[in-house]
């Protein structure tokens, strides 16, 4: 629902200021289906706002679940007949995170993407990035669960689609509506230093994660583009001054790529690129899902390379990604959206607690 749109059509009605409110309980907390969920209104009203402005922007296409129900996996249709995805990943400790796409495709083309061949179509709108989280929480509301934690980590580069992404976080943070914390929220850039910059000067206090994924620009400078703009050190100085502003932890994500980053060598050279800032910095050592482009570091391998970031004094985890047996990589079910993908059985999916992603 587009919030700014409804707030303007009350006024231009001259609508008290709480309906404005009943709205979004109605949207945001009753996860209402639509315009007729919004009891409070007398239906002059209701009419009115059904006509002016669509309950949902987003059409849900299919929706594919893991065999194991932890991973759930959204292709929606916006209405100018775009696609774009989303990821409800649901963890044993309770947590219920929404892994959210902030364009139609995106402009990076890092190498190891599947969102990256499509080329950038464009930026999505607030509400069409406020309904992924939204179309979650109606999923998880007969379990009475709900989302905990949201990572723009999707399709799209958020930082070239700031304002909007900002926006959106804040409508998701907002009290009167899902009261999602901005703590539980972050942000995942491939690096964008002006982007890095402004949020470190964002009131929401939300947090940043950076596609690191090479400690060395000889080694990123092979499948991430943007190193050409903003290499390693530009990046860190941006890092640092965010962590200077904000005191507040980065994390690190770092895919392994066997034979590409994954060496001894390459664990040294993070270890080193982290040293000034270790103690607000975190390393997450992800399993790459296989494509055509590279393949995935063995687990032992990956699991040696978390333990030589540690013994160079710098915090890692390593992160089985989940969802890989439904493709809940970064775009490629968007990519694949024709190869006949099946929606399961939801139910089932909804009632199931699952393993943990450590
Ligand atoms: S990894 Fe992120 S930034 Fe890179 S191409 Fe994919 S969506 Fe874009």
């Not at 919030?3 to 200021?17: D, F, H, T, V």
């Not at 190498?111 to 998880?140: D, W, Y």
């Not at 664990?267 to 393949?295: C, G, M, Q, W």
């Not at 439904?326 to 694949?336: M, W």
Request: glycine share 6%; net charge neutral.
């Amino acid at each position: 629902m587009d919030i700014k749109a409804l707030k303007a059509l009350l006024a231009e009605r001259g609508e008290p200021a709480y309906r404005l409110a009943q709205a979004k309980r109605a949207f945001f907390v009753e996860l209402g289906a639509d315009w007729d969920s919004v009891t409070t209104y007398g239906k002059p009203l209701r009419e009115a706002c059904r006509e002016a402005i669509p309950w949902n922007t987003l059409k849900e296409v299919k929706t594919i679940v893991s065999p194991q129900g932890d991973t759930v996996k959204t292709l929606f249709e916006c209405a100018d007949g775009q696609k774009i995805e989303a990821v409800l990943m649901r963890h044993d400790d309770g947590r219920n995170t929404v892994c959210a796409s902030s364009q139609v495709g995106c402009a990076m083309a890092c190498a190891f993407c599947a969102t990256g061949t499509m080329g950038l179509k464009r930026n999505l709108s607030i509400p069409e990035i406020v309904e992924q989280v939204i179309h979650f929480s109606r999923f998880l509301k007969p379990t009475k669960e709900y989302v905990t934690n949201l990572v723009m980590m999707g399709m799209g580069e958020p930082f070239h689609n700031y304002d909007n992404v900002i926006a959106a976080l804040k409508q998701l943070n907002d009290k009167d509506g899902l009261n999602l914390g901005a703590r539980h929220m972050s942000i995942s850039t491939c690096g964008i230093v002006p982007g890095i910059l402004k949020l470190a000067d964002e009131p929401l206090q939300v947090n940043l994660a950076i596609s690191i994924h090479a400690g060395t620009d000889e080694v990123r400078d092979k499948f991430m583009p943007v190193n050409k703009a903003y290499p390693l050190a530009k990046l860190m100085d941006a890092v640092h001054v965010y962590m200077k502003k904000t005191n507040r932890k980065v994390m690190f994500e770092y895919l392994l790529l066997k034979g590409i980053n994954d060496h001894k060598s390459d664990a040294n050279a993070l270890a080193r690129l982290l040293a000034h800032d270790h103690r607000l910095s975190h390393v997450n050592v992800i399993k790459y899902h296989p494509t055509e482009a590279f393949d995935p570091t063995a687990r032992e391998e990956r699991i040696a390379f978390v333990e030589w970031l540690e013994e160079r004094g710098i915090s890692a985890t390593h992160r089985v990604t989940f969802g890989e047996d439904i493709d809940a990589a970064c775009g490629q079910l968007a990519v694949q959206e024709e190869n006949g993908l099946v929606k399961q059985g939801l139910d089932a999916v909804r009632a199931k607690r699952v393993r943990s992603n450590v």
